[in-house]
């Protein structure tokens, strides 16, 4: 697949290894604490979401940004968008809707500076980022299910409503 030249400008909420959950929010311009994570269940990858848009849930849309880094509640990283896992939530009182979550890579990455594409990451990452938010809503009486992976281009039009 060709390279996507752009950059998308997201913020970490939640650095890989947290074990608690951030949440942005506009009026205060800060970070909120909105829940710690039971005993062993940590972010594996860098949590956070995409300034200026909206999913289904009325929040701004989520993203992992794969990396050899482990940055900061709040960093601003520039990012390739190189896929998404398409997935529906179905909610405690049963209301199923999307929530799905981007994948990018830091532009300044040296360890993934050929990771273009969805299919350019190893499938164990992928794996396990799909058994994070399984898990992690399972904690929360939801269920998290992968719908589809989208690919880079699939991604971008998602991210801009060409659906």
């Known amino acids: 697949m060709k390279k996507q030249p752009d950059t998308i400008n997201v913020m970490i909420e939640c ?3 947290s074990n608690y959950k951030l949440d942005y929010e506009p009026r205060s311009k800060g970070l909120r604490l909105s829940k710690i994570l039971p ?14 848009t909206k999913g ?19 960093c601003l990283v520039d990012v390739r968008l190189v896929g998404a896992i398409q997935a529906e ?3 405690r009182d049963g209301a199923t809707g999307r929530n799905d979550r981007f994948l990018g890579v830091p532009a300044v990455s040296q360890l993934f500076v050929d990771v273009n594409d969805i299919d350019d990451l190893p499938e164990n990452i ?12 399972e904690q929360a009486g939801k269920v998290f299910k992968v719908v589809k992976r989208l690919s880079a281009k699939e991604a971008y039009k998602t991210l801009n409503n060409e659906e």
């Open 126 to 137: 992928l794996d396990q980022v799909e058994a994070f938010f399984k898990n992690y809503n």
């Open 15 to 17: 650095p890989r290894g």
């Open 89 to 91: 939530q179905t909610e």
């Open 56 to 74: 289904e849930d009325g929040d701004p849309l989520d993203i992992i940004v794969i990396s050899e880094l482990k940055t900061f509640p709040g």
């Open 39 to 52: 005993a062993g269940l940590v972010f594996p990858f860098d949590f956070g979401m995409i300034p200026g």
